[in-house]
């Protein structure tokens, strides 16, 4: 009995490295995931800041404006991209933003945008978007939205007509306080979904990962349990021959 105990103890301790192994293992990926995930987070801040910038009364404003500059246009063309809905089919017009005239898309405010303003939810639309729907943003959608939010100071690689995003925060502000909220909105949405896409795969690892782990604890757990059960056996032998030898 007391080798039929020697064996499952060496059996459990095997056993029991391995998890030990595997639990630091994890918990050393989990601490990397963590690093990429924390890069994510500043643009989920800047979403809720974004949406928390936009008024009843900003929304209020855009509807009854019926001449809207193109930059507000525009922004809401940004939305509707960034929440998979209907814009026009690509052409190009003339665009006049911060004071200069250039060829850009065509917008879709009226088609298209125009009725989603009129939606008495669609500032909590948005706000259910940024809390429900992030994680469905794709890189598809993120590519057509890459000349609304492109921009590089080396004119060489600058491909946008403009000297400045498209849908620029700033200059949308001067024209709309929800303009502005909206821009900034889309831009950090963009951005948290490239943060996030590098997270996810790694956070899906851990959980199968953590899943194999919790049964290989299991598993060590009813294996602690039957040694035990071997000890408890043996001492009671032991304690059977001592008294025998005693007597």
């Known amino acids: 009995e007391n080798g039929k105990a020697d064996k499952k103890a060496e059996q459990v301790n095997g056993q029991k490295a391995e998890c030990e192994a595997e639990a630091a293992k994890i ?3 989990k601490q990397a995931a963590q690093v990429e995930l924390d890069k994510a987070l500043p643009y989920l801040h800047e ?12 929304i ?5 404006n019926n001449k809207p500059v193109d930059i507000i246009k525009l922004t809401f063309d940004g939305l509707q991209i960034l929440q998979s809905k209907p814009v026009m089919s690509v052409k190009v017009e003339d665009k006049f933003i911060n004071k200069v005239t250039a060829s850009f898309l065509a917008d879709s405010y009226e088609e298209f945008a125009k009725k989603e303003l009129q939606d008495m939810n669609f500032l909590s639309n948005i706000l259910d978007f940024a809390a429900n729907d992030k994680d469905n943003i794709n890189d598809e959608t993120c590519e057509l939205l890459e000349p609304y939010l492109r921009f590089d100071e080396d004119a060489a690689r600058n491909w946008s007509p403009f000297a400045h995003k498209v849908l620029d925060p700033e200059l949308a502000g001067k024209a709309s306080g929800a303009a502005a909220g909206l821009c900034k909105f889309v831009g950090a949405m963009v951005m948290y979904h490239g943060a996030a896409k590098i997270v996810k795969p790694k956070m899906d690892a851990l959980k199968v990962a953590e899943a194999k782990l919790s049964k ?9 349990a039957e040694l035990n059960k071997v000890l408890a056996e043996v001492a009671e032998l032991d304690a059977e021959l001592a008294k025998a030898q005693a007597g």
Not at 60 to 64: A, R
Not at 216 to 224: D, G, I, T, V
């Open 27 to 29: 918990e050393g990926e």
């Open 47 to 58: 979403v809720e800041s974004a949406c928390n910038s936009i008024t009843k009364k900003d």
């Open 60 to 64: 209020t404003e855009i509807k009854t």
């Open 216 to 224: 290989a604890r299991a598993e060590l757990e009813a294996a602690e």
